[in-house]
């Protein structure tokens, strides 16, 4: 099994009485609640925290982008990137993802991305995901067209890749007369593509299809949802005809250990609320626009109305589900080994900062994690 | 009274079609909730205009065309609608989203119509002045910003819709999405054209509108060539549901003089 550190780098010096006035962490938190002094210094922590990961021995190192909230300080995910390219020299940086129906030419995206893989000699990975329904609020790219974006980006940038340039891309939201991109990306054809999901049918076809086979990466989901969506993936291969590989199947969740499952409850049980009930909370409207799912996964959404962050959970609601795995080690690696008995996971992106988790913590947690889980389940 | 309703065929597009009363034609294009049901202003209307109620495409009953992607497209779906249903010398009425439906066939095409009349239309943007952001309030907010007078709120909210009708609402908010998310409710390029529309025009607003404000009532009038306003006070933004009895009379008079 692979083991990629993934970080949401969150604001944790927010005023959770004062953000509890709005509707949400996101698209109308005032920005007058962020403070640049304070959150320099969580960037600074954070970055440490994820250069270390090379030495505690993880094969990746995870970041993504989120705009216009309080939940993720990562807007621009290849900032970061590039910073931690500079701090470190074996380990893979997975950007996970960029947001491509959200960009006004994904150009940009595919010449970022070249960039990083040149300056990092062949050690990015690439997520693409289609951003989260806020970020259509927040950057006014209309949801109805996010699907059409996505799939027309994502060839876009393909191409702009392996194809020879200049040549034209003739697109209905993006059409470019000249796309030769300087620099080509280091690694050939170009570096692997991830797709991280909340379990679409419709993203677990595309990515599965043997033109592509990209591995698929559930995040943020109870663990018999993780289940059911990485076996739907391999279903969906075998119907296409091939046996996937474990590297194709990746779960993104947050992750304490401590040394009894008491301690781990009671050092991050505040941390996972505040993740999912603060900084994820938002109303169905920002998360789900119209479009940004298909009506009939709408009509599903409205009736269930579990959506992350859509309600209140508790720690012992979120580790029941297995939606986080807080516990001792024993506890969270037979976790680990019943989600890969089940589906033949190759992929965990442990979260081990997550919410108000202070660095003290998070650093017991991540040498924890690394000590003690990391090899066993590599064996 | 109850309308005659039936399926249009405008080109491979089937249309819902509700029609009733008789004389001389009048075209009522509604706004981003749908069509939700035959409306006493309908009945008012009909007394003296055949009164035709279609569903536009994406919405209702009506078909969802993939060529249809922005309200331009729609403009241009209406003109084959008014030539294929042989319409002429009709009344044009828009509420909202219907509005600015009206204003892009107009600038288009102003042949077939006598008259424009616009309830709360959207479609142009007074900077400063944002139009509320119907995407973003949730079903109660959303009942709330509709109307001056809450008790039409209350009713509102009261209602508990069948699936079937969940579907509808489904439906028509995501084509409403497709058409006005972005830019929000308004099409950059329809204000510099709207000279084109030499014909009477009335535009009616609600003073309280919380969807699209009151204020842009002096941009229609100073745009279009031979419009005037009238202001319903203490009215939100469907003054044909919430102040017929104070709209209509406006109406009739303005369409009565227009017929002349």
Redesign the interface.
Known sequence: MKFISFHLMPYRPLDFAAAAKH?SAW??LPNSLYDPVKGAEEYAAYIDFLADCERLGFDGIGVNEHHQNAYGMMPAPNLIASALIQRTKTVKIAILGRALPIQSNPIFIAEEYAMLDNLSKGRIICGFVRGIGAE??ST??????SHERFHEAHDLIVQAWTKPGPFPFEGQHYNIRYVNLWPRPYQQPHPPIWIPSQGSTETVVWAADPARKYPFLVTFSSTDLVIRYLNTYRDQARKFGYEPEPGQFGWACPVYVAETDEQARAEAGRAIETLFNNYLRM????LV???YTS?AS??AF?KLRTAVGGRVSTADELIASGTALIGSVATVRAKIEEVRDKTGLGILLPMLQFGILSDELARRNIERFAAEIMPQLRR | MTPDTTQVKIGEVGVTLHRAGNGPKLLFLHGAGGYTQWLPFFDALAERYEVLVPEHPGFGASDDPAFIRNVPDMAMFYLDFLETLGLDNAHVVGHSLGGWIAAEILIRDRARAKSLTLLAPAGIRVEGVPSGDTFIWNTEETARNLFHDQAYADILLALKPSDAQMEVMLKNRFTATKLGWQPRWFNPDLEKWLHRIKLPALVVWGKEDKVMPAAYAARWRARLPDARVVTIEQCGHLPHVEKLDDMIGSVRDFLGGAAR
Do not use: S
């Open positions: 509707r698209v109308v259509y609020h006014g790219i209309n949801p109805y067209f109303p169905l409207e920002m626009p119209p479009g009506q709408m009509r409205l």
